[in-house]
């Protein structure tokens, strides 16, 4: 029997623990920091066990890598380098549902010659996303065309029935992730023009877009675009661009909560406040006595009556709420804070929604392809970002042990023979998508 290795049992584990027990001659390992949500997972099916497990102790990580045929690394990315060094070293294959970083990619010989597959990127966003746009990409260069602009956006969100708060947004995974990654700088391609947002001007750099049948969103750009034109073989784009969809209101909210300072990740010299109200008070520098709206409002060139005070204003930030006594920084209060007010609620679904565009030029043609990905989580059940991180590792797992997946080295699910089976399979589970081709007059 084999046995996968699953580090972690955070809150997109479990869609992954379950198609793999599923499985036949599959035993599954979970090693976590909270082992009781492991041992929830598991259910007590005979082919699971649940263990604890401190990933800074390096010697136990490094016993359960050994004593495994797959690993898949569910942590922090933090970690991930520190798994994959253990994995080569034990010749064991790997696979991560996040970023390629530099440190991982620089273990691309070392995974080679031990004979062994380090794949990222396996998830949603990194991974579905790769997928089902290679296939369209490779589908029009067969059919002797190129891609002359892409677009992909993806936002995990609220369903609208579910959209209840005035946020509009609804955590279904890490919220401490989705706060980091508001201060990411952003690059891409827009007609053959290389453009660069600075972190604290990306929420100024937002458009809005209809997706037909599902709503108007927010879209603004994803990190750094413009590796994806040598990564998706996209030699003939002018235009290479990735974007988040968020429901509208919440760039120019998230604009105004990194002004005030609230991601910062060190508390201001001399803070000795107590409540969520005072920390606000000392970001903005406002007397004790001052109106903290009013005062807030003005420190960011608002109108006191302005959506975005209200929301800040619901939130806590203005408020009495004490700051929790096992955190120490801005970044961390208000990721305990956003989770205790804008968690999904009981009996509550997420939607996925991913939406690429396409413009491709043919000898005798130009086509605009639009291809968009609608799913949602099932109420008192999985989440959708949880089955959809989760299950495109699950099934890669699968074509690792029937040595469906043969190449070795640090790879992402780029090239058919992994995209292929997985989107079949993902289908086959509900999770499609649909296309849309209309001809562009030249």
């Not at 209101?249 to 005030?260: H, K, Y």
């Not at 420190?299 to 800040?312: E, T």
Request: contains cysteine.
């Amino acid at each position: 029997m084999e046995k996968i290795l699953v580090l972690g049992a955070g809150m997109v584990s479990r869609p992954m623990i379950q198609y793999l027990l599923d499985q036949p001659d599959i035993h599954v390992i979970m090693a976590s920091r909270t082992v009781s949500k492991a041992e929830q997972m598991i259910d007590g099916h005979p082919h699971g066990e649940a263990f604890s497990l401190d990933v800074n102790d390096d010697k136990k990580v490094e016993d359960f890598v050994s004593k495994a045929d797959v690993v898949v690394s569910l942590l922090p990315y933090t970690y991930h380098v520190k798994v994959a060094e253990m994995c080569i070293k034990h010749k064991k294959h790997m696979i991560t549902t996040s970023y390629v970083s530099d440190a991982m990619r620089a273990l691309d010989k070392k995974a080679k010659n031990a004979g062994i597959l380090i794949l990222n990127e396996c998830g949603l966003d990194p991974g579905i996303d790769h997928m089902s746009a290679m296939r369209i990409i490779h589908d029009i260069e067969k059919n002797k065309g190129k891609v002359v602009s892409f677009r992909s956006t993806t936002g995990a969100l609220p369903s609208h029935e579910a959209n209840n708060n005035p946020f509009g947004y609804k955590f279904s995974w890490s919220p401490r992730g989705v706060l980091l990654a508001s201060r990411n700088a952003a690059r891409w391609l827009e007609n053959g023009k290389e453009i660069s947002i600075p972190g604290e001007q990306l929420f100024e750099n937002y458009s809005l877009q209809d997706i037909k049948g599902v709503g108007t969103f927010e879209n603004y750009p994803n990190r750094n675009s413009v590796p994806y034109k040598d990564i998706y073989g996209l030699k003939n784009a002018t235009t290479v661009y990735r974007g988040t969809f968020r429901m509208t209101g919440w760039c120019e909210t998230l604009r105004s909560i990194v002004a005030l300072g609230w991601l910062n990740e060190e508390l201001p010299t001399g803070f000795s406040g107590k409540t969520y109200g005072d920390l606000t008070r000392q970001l903005i520098g406002a007397k004790p006595k001052d109106n903290l709206p009013f005062t807030t409002a003005l420190y960011l060139g608002l109108k006191p009556y302005s959506a975005i005070i209200k929301r800040l204003e619901w939130l806590g930030l203005f408020g009495d709420m004490l700051l929790p006594k096992d955190k120490n920084n801005p970044l961390d209060y208000l990721n305990t804070l956003t989770l205790q007010k804008m968690s999904m609620g009981e009996h509550e679904r997420d939607m996925v929604v991913m939406h690429h565009e396409f413009i491709a030029e043919y000898p005798s043609k130009k086509e605009y392809v639009t291809s968009t990905l609608v799913d949602y989580g099932i109420p008192d059940g999985d989440t959708s970002v949880a089955r959809t991180v989760a299950l495109p590792a699950a099934i890669a797992v699968k074509m690792i042990l029937k040595k469906e997946i043969n190449m070795t080295g640090v790879h992402i699910p780029v090239i058919p023979e992994i995209y292929n089976p997985i989107l079949d399979e993902l289908e086959d589970m509900g999770i499609k998508f649909e296309e849309k081709t209309e001809i562009l007059k030249n």
